[in-house]
C-alpha cells in the first residue's frame, strides 16, 4: 500500500524538522501539573492551526487549564479518527537536571526537557502529521479524506482532578466522538534478548487507590501490650508485600504473551507457552523461573495479576501514645474483568487470620480497558511498522498504567496506544518517561512522525 504515497523525501524531511521545532517550542512551555498552566499550550496549538486554515475550539475548564481541539473534515463516508495527546508533564526536580528542564535544548541528537517522552514528544508528532495532511489537502483540489481527523491536546492528564479530557467528553462529546482514537504508549521499540518488538497498546489495567486501615487498643507507650494498631497494621502491609495474588490472564495480556513466545523462541518462548497454559497455582512461581530478564519477568506479572503498592503509612499524634487507628495508602492495579471490590476480596484472602483487625475503605477508581485488535486501524499499524523495520515485531499490549483512554472510552471509542519511535539497543521508554534530563532523538522523532503519517494517511483514505 505504500507505492501509493503522494509525500515527497522533502516532505517528509520537512515533517520531521517540524516535528523538533513544535516540541522544543512545547517544552518551553512550563505545564508542570501541579499547577498545570496548560492554557499556554493550547494557546499555542491555536495559533498553529489558525496559520494552516483550521478553526480550533479552546476550552478552559477552570482558569489556565486549556484544552484545545481541532478538525480536518472529511467526506463522511467513515467515522472520525482521533489524535490525542495531553499537554501537562510532571514535575521536575531541577538540582538533578544537567539542562533547563524547560529550554527544549538540542545536544548530541537529542531533544531535551521535561515532556520529551510523556508526551510533548507525541503531541508534536500528531500536530506535524495533521498539519501535513491539511497542507496535502490545500496542495491538491479535490482531494478528500474519507473520515474527519481529529486534533485534541488537552490538559490534567498527570494528576486528573477533572480539568481535561473527562469533563470535556461530559459537557461536549460531540468535539471528541470518534470511531478510533490513537495516542500515547505504544508502538516504541523494545527490546528483548536480542529481539525488537514493537507493543501497541490495546489495553490498559485499572486503578483503584485506596486506605488500609487498623483498629487497636490505646494506651500509654510506656505500658506496650499486643493490640497495637501500628503493629497491626505494619503485619498486614508486610505480608500483603509478600504475597502472591492470583493469576488472570486477559486477551491482550495472553496475545502479548503468546507474540512474546514466538518471537523468543527456543527455552523463554516455551517457559511462556507453559505460563499461558498453567494453572494459577503454577504460574506465578514458574515464571520467576523461566523469564531471565527480570524487567520482562516484572512486566508479564503486572499484566496478569491484580497488584497491591503501599505508598504512604499514617498513625499517631504523641509519641508517647498508643494510637487507636493507623492506616496505609494503597496503590492497586487491576486487570480487565476486575474492579474495586474484587481487589479487596483478594486483599483480604491474602491476609488470612492477619486481616482480622483490618478494614479497606476505597478513595478512588478506575475500570481497566480492553479493546478488540481486530480491525482494520489495528491491520494497518501493524503492517506499516513492519513497513518500517522489517525485523521488527509488532505484538498487542496491556499498560501497567493508565491514560486518557479511560474516558475517550466511555464514548465507545476504540483507543490504541501508538506513539512510534525507534530506541536504539540500550535505551529503554520506562526509565527516560519521568525521569532526569528526559530526552528522545532527533532520529527517533523522525522516524515516528512518518510511521504515524503512513499509518493516518492510509486509514484515513489520503494516500
Not at 240 to 250: D, E, F, G
Amino acid at each position: 500500500m505504500w507505492d501509493n504515497l503522494v509525500m515527497t523525501d522533502m516532505n517528509r524531511d520537512g515533517m520531521a524538522a517540524e516535528t523538533v521545532h513544535l516540541l522544543q517550542d512545547l517544552i518551553r512551555i512550563d505545564t508542570s501539573n501541579p499547577p498545570g498552566n496548560e492554557s499556554a499550550a493550547a494557546d499555542y496549538i491555536a495559533s498553529i492551526l489558525h496559520q494552516n486554515s483550521i478553526e480550533p475550539v479552546v476550552i478552559e475548564m477552570a482558569p489556565h487549564r486549556g484544552n484545545v481541539v481541532g478538525r480536518i473534515k472529511g467526506n463522511g463516508s467513515e467515522a472520525p479518527l482521533l489524535l490525542y495527546s495531553h499537554t501537562d508533564v510532571v514535575p521536575v526536580e531541577r538540582e538533578h537536571w544537567s539542562v533547563d528542564p524547560f529550554g527544549g535544548m538540542l545536544r548530541d541528537g537529542y531533544v531535551y526537557g521535561r515532556g520529551a517522552l510523556d508526551m510533548k514528544g507525541i503531541g508534536a508528532m500528531q500536530l506535524a502529521v495533521f498539519l501535513a495532511i491539511r497542507q496535502q489537502l490545500n496542495e491538491q483540489p479535490g482531494r478528500t479524506l474519507q473520515r474527519d481527523i481529529i486534533l485534541a491536546a488537552t490538559a490534567d492528564e498527570e494528576t486528573d482532578t477533572d480539568q481535561g479530557i473527562g469533563p470535556l467528553i461530559v459537557r461536549h462529546p460531540d468535539l471528541l466522538r470518534a470511531q478510533y482514537g490513537l495516542s500515547e504508549f505504544g508502538g516504541y521499540t523494545m527490546y528483548a534478548s536480542g529481539k525488537c518488538f514493537y507493543p501497541i497498546q490495546a489495553a490498559e489495567k485499572g486503578t483503584v487507590w485506596m486506605h488500609m486501615s487498623a483498629t487497636g487498643r490505646p494506651g500509654h507507650a510506656s505500658v506496650p501490650h499486643d493490640d497495637n494498631a501500628v503493629v497491626h497494621l505494619t503485619r498486614a502491609v508486610d505480608k500483603l508485600s509478600r504475597a502472591r495474588l492470583p493469576m488472570h490472564v486477559s486477551p491482550i495480556a495472553r496475545a502479548y504473551m503468546s507474540g512474546l513466545a514466538d518471537g523468543l523462541g527456543g527455552a523463554q518462548g516455551a517457559g511462556i507457552r507453559a505460563l499461558l497454559s498453567s494453572t494459577d497455582e503454577k504460574g506465578s512461581p514458574l515464571m520467576e523461573r523461566v523469564i531471565r530478564d527480570p524487567g520482562l519477568a516484572g512486566e508479564l506479572r503486572a499484566i496478569t495479576h491484580n497488584t497491591v503498592t503501599p505508598t504512604g503509612l499514617y498513625a499517631g499524634q504523641k509519641t508517647n501514645v498508643i494510637p487507636s487507628s493507623a492506616s496505609a495508602v494503597l496503590d492497586c492495579r487491576t486487570v480487565p474483568g476486575f474492579g474495586g471490590a474484587e481487589m479487596i476480596h483478594e486483599l483480604k484472602r491474602a491476609l488470612g487470620s492477619a486481616g482480622s483487625m483490618i478494614s479497606f475503605e476505597i478513595d478512588s477508581e478506575s475500570p481497566p480497558i480492553e479493546f478488540t485488535t481486530n480491525t482494520p486501524l489495528y491491520r494497518i499499524i501493524s503492517q506499516t511498522l513492519k513497513h518500517h523495520d522489517p525485523y521488527g515485531i509488532p505484538i498487542p499490549a496491556m499498560l501497567t498504567g493508565a491514560t486518557d483512554a479511560k474516558h475517550m472510552a466511555k464514548l465507545g471509542t476504540i483507543c490504541y496506544g501508538f506513539s512510534p519511535m525507534k530506541f536504539k539497543p540500550g535505551e529503554h521508554f520506562s526509565d527516560m518517561v519521568h525521569g532526569h534530563n528526559e530526552r528522545v532523538s532527533i532520529e527517533s522523532l523522525a522516524w515516528g512522525v512518518q510511521a504515524l503519517y503512513d499509518v493516518v494517511s492510509h486509514f484515513c483514505g489520503l494516500a
